[in-house]
């Protein structure tokens, strides 16, 4: 099954409201924000974390980084750390890495999503690949995934 198609099929299966977008290869967040014509707030990442604990998945906009003192001290757990590629891999098998939709609940892993979100009526994420993302609402991914809400970015510093 092609990577595309597993996203779509699981939202389907949600019975998920969402609009399929394509634009050229890009592989960071905010090249793809770029690239989609989104602002970096409404693009978002999904980030894993591990420790000795194991994995978990940060999901915030493109335009901020996972503050891991807050991560800490929301999760109690030491020694957090961004997972390798290879790890990332093992755990989304069904994605291309650096591609993976916010979807924790594939690989049994929790998920933290930025409160900042909160401020937006809609997302819009990688669908698997380096070329396609999903746009859909807020409310609809927050009742799929049930992610922990919290404050756990910060915003990055663009230099212009």
Not at 15 to 27: D, K, N, T, V
Not at 112 to 137: P, R
């Amino acid at each position: 099954m092609s990577h595309l198609k597993h996203v779509m099929d699981y939202l389907d299966q949600k019975g998920a409201e969402y609009e399929l977008l394509h634009h050229s290869p890009a592989f960071t967040a905010q090249r793809t924000a770029e690239a989609q014509h989104v602002p970096g707030k409404n693009f978002i990442k999904a980030v894993i974390i591990k420790s000795r604990e194991g994995h978990l998945m940060c999901v915030l906009p493109a335009i901020h980084h996972v503050n891991f003192e807050k991560l800490q001290a929301i999760t109690g757990i030491e020694g957090l750390k961004m997972a390798s590629e290879e790890e990332i891999e093992a755990l989304f098998p069904q994605c291309d890495v650096g591609a993976e939709p916010p979807f924790g609940s594939w690989a049994g892993i929790p998920v933290y999503m930025d409160q900042a979100l909160l401020e937006d009526e809609y997302i819009v994420f990688n669908a698997g690949t380096h070329t396609e993302t999903v746009k859909m609402s807020l409310d609809d991914y927050q009742r799929i995934e049930n992610p922990a809400i919290v404050p756990l970015g910060v915003h990055i510093a663009v230099a212009e």
